[in-house]
Antibody
Framework: QINLVQSGAEMKKPGSSVRVSCKTS????????FSWVRQAPGQGLEWMGG????????NYAQKFQVRVTITADKSTKTVHLELTNLRSEDTAVYYC??????WGQGTQVTVSS | DVVMTQSPLSLPVTPGEPASVSCRSS???????????LDWYLQKPGQSPQLLIY???NRASGVPDRFSGSGSGTNFTLKISRVEAEDIGVYYC??????????FGQGTRLEIK
């Protein structure tokens, strides 16, 4: 059984950056596929980007291309999301998910002055 | 990018009655390996999404057999044979043909009449 555990809630100022982590256990980390998905208040699920740690191969949604970086640390089996130049519209719950349908518990990121 | 379109966006259902959600993709999700890379998720209130159906028609582990998925190419359907109160939430289709890239549908909110 693969388990995904995310880092805790973050409060950030506009213009700053946030890094959210997703620590995995169980399964084959390197050959898995991890996505970051966000959900703004009252809105649907929005795919931000994904990574295959083995190669590594990374793809980003065009909307986030210039502001997002997704990395994978094979030594700690952890996937990271960094989002820069934060604005109020980035206030959302951020989820990591893998190819097998396993999801993290979500991380609340609040951007406010 | 692949665009996913769900209908209806709101689905009021009487308990015990069937329900159906449609998902259309802007391009075929049928890969050369014979699989359709389309999954269905349910997000219950306050929870992370949970996998219901993978590769268009395969029920995930622990999912009741009242849930079924069908379709191929660009047209897919999720059916619930007899809706129960615990089925309320938002249903999402998601395509993963060009992994790690993915796209979600807008979501269909199922509510009990």
């Amino acid at each position: 059984q693969i388990n995904l555990v995310q880092s805790g809630a973050e409060m950030k100022k506009p213009g700053s950056s946030v890094r959210v982590s997703c620590k995995t256990s169980g399964g084959d980390f390197s050959s898995n596929v991890f996505s970051w998905v966000r959900q703004a208040p009252g809105q649907g699920l929005e795919w931000m980007g994904g990574i295959i740690p083995l190669f590594p191969t990374v793809n980003y949604a065009q909307k986030f291309q210039v502001r997002v970086t997704i990395t994978a640390d094979k030594s700690t089996k952890t996937v990271h999301l960094e989002l820069t130049n934060l604005r109020s519209e980035d206030t959302a719950v951020y989820y990591c998910a893998d190819r097998w349908g396993n999801w993290g518990q979500g991380t609340q990121v609040t951007v406010s002055s | 990018d692949v665009v996913m379109t769900q209908s209806p966006l709101s689905l009021p259902v009487t308990p015990g009655e069937p329900a159906s959600v449609s998902c259309r993709s802007s391009q075929s999700l049928l890969d050369s390996d014979g699989y359709n890379y389309l999954d269905w998720y349910l997000q219950k209130p306050g929870q992370s999404p949970q996998l219901l159906i993978y590769l268009a028609s395969n029920r995930a582990s622990g999912v009741p057999d009242r849930f079924s998925g069908s379709g191929s190419g660009t047209n897919f359907t999720l059916k619930i044979s007899r809706v129960e109160a615990e089925d309320i939430g938002v249903y999402y289709c998601v395509q993963g043909l060009q992994t790690p890239r993915a796209t979600f549908g807008q979501g269909t909110r199922l509510e009990i009449k």
